[in-house]
């Protein structure tokens, strides 16, 4: 927390008592100083509350695009710009699929004459801009705030950057999984006296693109009511804090917050953990003094169990697993749904069986499509459900193909057919 970048950031409040904690990760920046008119959507939304806004991505790897994912996903409509060579992140194509789902895609050599008049066209039909480019980067390709709003005060422009905007580490490179170990969840994650342990799931790149979706709807209320919205970025190591909220620097400058995970990576105390049955692994989470006698019932643990389970140490947890391990996985979990106790039975094929849940599928939950590559293929769909606001979600499961929709866009910006050739012929689309 003292590392002069985390200052910099200004991402710590320090309160009246001495304590610090983690602030606020969306940032903005000024807004243009002009008159807008108040943003509108179609009165009929059948696509989607955002249906109607148009969104211009620049963004890579998985930060980047997938706030765009989560707006295209309330009906915005997305295009994905790529350089020649195309999103590097095409490699891993389940990492692609799941940040540039539903997008169309135009691939732009943004540093050529050409290409850089294609990406202005593009600001211009867009109401938003979103890049996660190194910092100065979009200044010098004209896709910076300032350059955009000065042709355009009403467009919104959002920034997902690695260390910081600017400060002593704007310029180094920064990828989930740095900002996991310099934030510290590798070490709290991995179990007391264990080895760190990266979390897979890509948390500050998924956060980071959350937090800077909810940064630019904000932009777009600024705007509805007819103010000139602000530039809104959000950088990966304010997200790494901003998901270790928990913890508190005291006055002394020691911590406190959630504890640990216990060497066996099973929970972080006695009455939330993991317990081995027979043929299987149950997850109990036990609240209150009742919950906690009929736990100590069921299990026939009477005596043995502190009616307060926060009093629980390794003696209680000891307990409760030698009472869990005999028993078939079904039993155990019959046993403490009967007792009122909170469970679940954790399934080690729980991905497969979402992904083959037909009711799922139906709902959009799960989005099935046929990709010309890889066929048959599942993944996550829309995180939203609203009542009278139906998703469109045809298509938002598709994958699009590196530049699969360049010519199109480009007739629609505009450009005739011989104007097209020209600019493919130059390189600077593809």
């Known amino acids: 927390w003292s590392d002069p970048q985390v200052e910099h950031n200004a991402i710590l409040v320090r309160h ?44 890579s790897f998985v930060a980047g695009p997938y706030l765009s994912v989560l707006l295209g996903d309330l009906g915005a409509e997305v295009i994905k710009i790529e350089g020649l060579a195309g999103d590097v992140n095409r490699a891993l194509f389940r990492a692609f699929a799941c940040t540039n789902r539903g997008k169309r895609s135009i691939c732009v050599d943004v540093k050529s004459p050409g290409g850089s008049e294609v990406a202005r066209r593009l600001a211009g039909w867009a109401d938003i801009v979103h890049h996660n480019f190194r910092p100065g980067v979009s200044a010098k390709l004209g896709l910076d705030a300032a350059t955009l709003q000065r042709a355009k005060p009403e467009i919104i422009v959002g920034e997902t950057c ?21 934030c510290g969840h590798e070490f709290r994650g991995s179990g007391e006296g264990d080895v760190p342990l990266w979390n897979r799931s890509a948390i500050a790149d998924f956060g980071g693109g959350l937090l800077t979706a ?16 602000p530039s809104i970025y959000v950088t990966l190591l304010d997200t790494g804090l901003y998901l270790m909220s928990e913890l508190i620097e005291r006055a002394d400058g020691s911590f406190a917050g959630a504890p640990r995970m216990n060497r066996e990576q099973t929970g972080t105390h006695p009455a939330e953990r993991l317990y081995r049955t027979a043929d299987g692994w149950i997850a109990i989470a036990v609240r209150g003094s009742a919950m906690a006698r009929r736990l100590a019932n069921a299990l026939g643990l009477e005596g043995a169990l502190d ?27 019959s046993l403490l749904d009967g007792a009122g106790i909170w469970h679940e039975v954790a399934h080690p094929d729980r991905r497969d069986r979402a992904l083959a849940d037909a009711a799922l599928q139906h709902s959009g939950i799960i989005l099935r499509t046929d990709d010309p590559e890889f066929g048959d293929h599942r993944q996550i769909g829309p995180a939203f459900r609203f009542s009278r606001t139906p998703l469109a979600l045809a298509g938002l499961g598709q994958t699009p193909r590196q530049g699969e929709h360049t010519r199109e866009i480009l007739a629609a910006l505009g450009y005739t057919e011989d104007e097209i050739a020209a600019l493919v012929a130059a390189r600077a689309v593809a």
């Open 214 to 229: 909810i940064g630019v709807l904000f932009a777009l209320l600024q705007r509805r009511r007819g103010k000139a919205p």
């Open 162 to 182: 690695g260390y910081g905007v600017d400060g002593p580490k704007a310029q180094h490179a920064g990828f989930d999984m740095l900002f996991q170990a310099f």
């Open 307 to 333: 009616d307060d389970p926060l009093a629980w140490g390794e003696a209680e947890g000891a307990a409760i697993a030698a009472a869990l391990a005999p028993r078939p996985l079904a039993e155990a979990a």
């Open 16 to 59: 009246a008592t001495g304590e610090r904690t983690v602030g606020m990760p969306i940032r903005h920046g000024p807004a243009p100083d002009a008159a807008v008119a108040p943003a509108t959507l179609p009165a009929e939304r059948a696509g989607g509350p955002l249906a109607g806004l148009k969104i211009c991505d620049f963004g």
